[in-house]
C-alpha cells in the first residue's frame, strides 16, 4: 500500500515561486508513476504534470507554458516547481501514484489513478 503525502503549499504573491513535495511511503515505489493534479473551486480536478518511473520522461499540461517542472529523486520524493506563479494558479494540488507501466505518464485522466495524497492549498495573490 502506498501513502503519498504533500507539502509546500502556501500563500505567495503573483510572479512568485514554490516548490512542492510529495513523500511516498510504501514498496517499490520507483516503479510507480506520478503525477500532480490541481483542484481550484467548483472546477473539475485538473491534470498538472507526470513522470516517469525512472524519471526520464515528463507529460504536461498546455497551460504551463514552461513555469512548471516535475522531478524525482527515484527514493521516496517527487517535486513539483512552481515558477512565475499566477492568481489562477490557485487551487489545491494533489499528488498521484500508478503503478501500472513505465509509459503511465502519459495519462492525463485523474480516474486513472489509484493512489492520491490529501492535497496542499496553493494560493496566489494578485
Known amino acids: 500500500q502506498v501513502q503519498l503525502v504533500e507539502s509546500g503549499g502556501g500563500l505567495v504573491q503573483a510572479g512568485g515561486s514554490l516548490r512542492l513535495s510529495c513523500a511516498a511511503s510504501?514498496?517499490?515505489?520507483?516503479?510507480?508513476?506520478v503525477a500532480w493534479f490541481r483542484q481550484a473551486p467548483g472546477k473539475e480536478r485538473e491534470f498538472v504534470a507526470a513522470?516517469?518511473?525512472?524519471?526520464?520522461?515528463t507529460n504536461y499540461n498546455n497551460f504551463e507554458k514552461g513555469r512548471f517542472t516535475i522531478s524525482r529523486d527515484n527514493a521516496r520524493n517527487t517535486y513539483l516547481q512552481m515558477n512565475s506563479l499566477k492568481p489562477e494558479d490557485t487551487a489545491v494540488y494533489y499528488c498521484?501514484?500508478?503503478?501500472?507501466?513505465?509509459?503511465?505518464?502519459?495519462?492525463?485522466?485523474?480516474?486513472?489513478?489509484?493512489?492520491w495524497g490529501q492535497g496542499t492549498q496553493v494560493t496566489v495573490s494578485s
Open positions: 498521484a501514484a500508478e503503478p501500472r507501466g513505465s509509459w503511465y505518464f502519459n495519462y492525463r485522466g485523474w480516474n486513472e489513478y489509484d493512489y
Open positions: 513522470i516517469s518511473w525512472g524519471g526520464g520522461s
Open positions: 510504501g514498496p517499490t515505489f520507483s516503479r510507480f508513476t
